[in-house]
C-alpha cells in the first residue's frame, strides 16, 4: 500500500511537495503515477515514472511547473509541484503497476493499469 502526504493549502504561485510511500512490497519493480481528481470529475493521471527513473512522463499542461522523482531505497516517490494555480486543487493520488525497467506501462493513463493506490493527499491552492 501507499501513504501519500506533504498536501495542504497553498496560495497560487506557491509550492508543494508531495510524497508517496510504499509498504509491503518492493517498490523497485513498480513504475508509479500520479493522479489528480477534482470533486465530481473524473480522475486524471498527470504523470508517470519507470521502476529506475530513466523514463519519465507528463501530460503537457503540467510539465514546466511540476517534477516526478523517486528514491527506490526510500521505498518513495515525489511529485514538486511548483508554481501552483487554483486549477491545480485536487486529491493527488499515486499508484503503481508492475513494469520491466526504463519503460511505462503501455497505457499508463488508464487507472486499470495500476494495482495499487494510495488514500490520497488534498492539494488545496487558494489566496
Known amino acids: 500500500q501507499f501513504v501519500e502526504s506533504g498536501g495542504g493549502l497553498v496560495q497560487p504561485g506557491g509550492s508543494l511537495k508531495l510524497s508517496c510511500v510504499a509498504s509491503g512490497f518492493s517498490l523497485t519493480s513498480y513504475a508509479i503515477a500520479w493522479f489528480r481528481q477534482a470533486p465530481g470529475k473524473e480522475s486524471e493521471a498527470i504523470s508517470c515514472?519507470?521502476?529506475?527513473?530513466?523514463?519519465?512522463y507528463f501530460i503537457d499542461s503540467l510539465k514546466d511547473r511540476f517534477t516526478i522523482s523517486r528514491d527506490n531505497a526510500r521505498q518513495t516517490v515525489y511529485l514538486q509541484m511548483n508554481s501552483l494555480q487554483p486549477e491545480d486543487s485536487n486529491v493527488y493520488y499515486c499508484?503503481?503497476?508492475?513494469?520491466?525497467?526504463?519503460?511505462?506501462?503501455?497505457?499508463?493513463?488508464?487507472?486499470?493499469?495500476?494495482?495499487?493506490w494510495g488514500q490520497g493527499t488534498q492539494v488545496t491552492v487558494s489566496s
Open positions: 515514472i519507470s521502476t529506475d527513473a530513466i523514463i519519465t
Open positions: 499508484a503503481a503497476a508492475w513494469a520491466h525497467p526504463s519503460i511505462l506501462p503501455l497505457e499508463w493513463a488508464d487507472d486499470t493499469e495500476y494495482e495499487s
